[in-house]
């Protein structure tokens, strides 16, 4: 069997092709109309289902937006850089700054927060955290907007026993976050551990986060362990990958 590259590739993905390599040369800067169906149609000598599912791509891919009668036009949202590791060092959040502020020039806004006490947690984050059939866990979930545009939900997960009456247990946990509280408690967070992958998002999930079904989330879950090796928090992200960039640098 032939492989699907070259004139294989069905031609809707040929036109998506060329789409995105002229978005990324800087053919089309963002803000930028691109041509419509009809256009598309006419240029390759296609259907006009062809060039619309062609569209469909590039905006599931988050490289363009669609919005009724006004076209397709190349996002301008800029991609939130996200700094793997000088975020997590004690220097930044020891020093009462937020870890978002090691990332980006633009900080996030929380626009949804719950904060969750004595609940059984689900069975792989007890698993995680040590925890013993009758321990409880204090849960935070929230959801953070980059420019009027939700971004990521998020769900940190902490053994109830250690955080109960701290700060941690509030909202707004202060300056610092709550890694600076743990450090407080006496459980500074000495090392981390982040698991990545890439999956279809949930019903909920494409809701919240405001995205096709169809379009990728980044499913990253952090670990954070204290001098003794005592796993502290959980943190399940799920992140629109149409906006972020997992920056990781270190020496070798």
């Not at 633009?106 to 698993?127: E, F, K, L, N």
């Not at 701290?166 to 509280?181: K, L």
Request: proline letters at 6%; hydrophobic letters at 40%.
């Amino acid at each position: 069997m032939a492989s699907e590259t070259g004139t294989k590739r069905p031609k809707y993905q040929r036109i998506a092709d060329d789409l995105r390599a002229a978005i990324e040369s800087g053919g089309y800067g963002p803000g930028d109309r691109l041509p419509g169906e009809s256009a598309l149609a006419a240029q390759y000598e296609v259907a006009t289902l062809t060039a619309r599912q062609a569209l469909k791509i590039l905006r599931t891919e988050g490289l363009v937006e669609t919005r009724r009668g006004a076209g397709a036009r190349v996002a301008a949202f800029r991609p939130i850089r996200r700094r793997g590791i000088p975020r997590l060092g004690r220097a930044q959040w020891g020093s009462g700054k937020a870890i978002w502020e090691a990332d980006d020039d633009r900080a996030p806004d929380v626009d949804q927060v719950t904060v969750t006490q004595g609940v059984a947690a689900p069975q792989h984050i007890a698993h995680v955290l040590g925890l013993g059939a009758d321990d409880l866990v204090c849960v935070r979930s929230r959801r953070y907007v980059m420019e009027g545009r939700p971004v990521m939900l998020a769900a940190s997960y902490l053994p109830q026993a250690l955080v109960e009456g701290s700060a941690i247990a509030e909202a707004n946990p202060g300056p610092g976050g709550i890694y600076a509280r743990l450090a407080d408690l006496g459980y500074a967070p000495t090392h981390f551990r982040e698991e990545i992958r890439v999956r279809t998002p949930s019903g909920e999930e494409a809701t919240r986060l405001s995205i096709p079904a169809d379009r990728a989330v980044i499913k990253l879950v952090r670990t954070a362990l204290d001098a003794e090796g005592r796993a502290v928090e959980v943190n399940e992200m799920t992140m629109d990958s149409a906006v972020y960039v997992l920056d990781y640098e270190f020496e070798a």
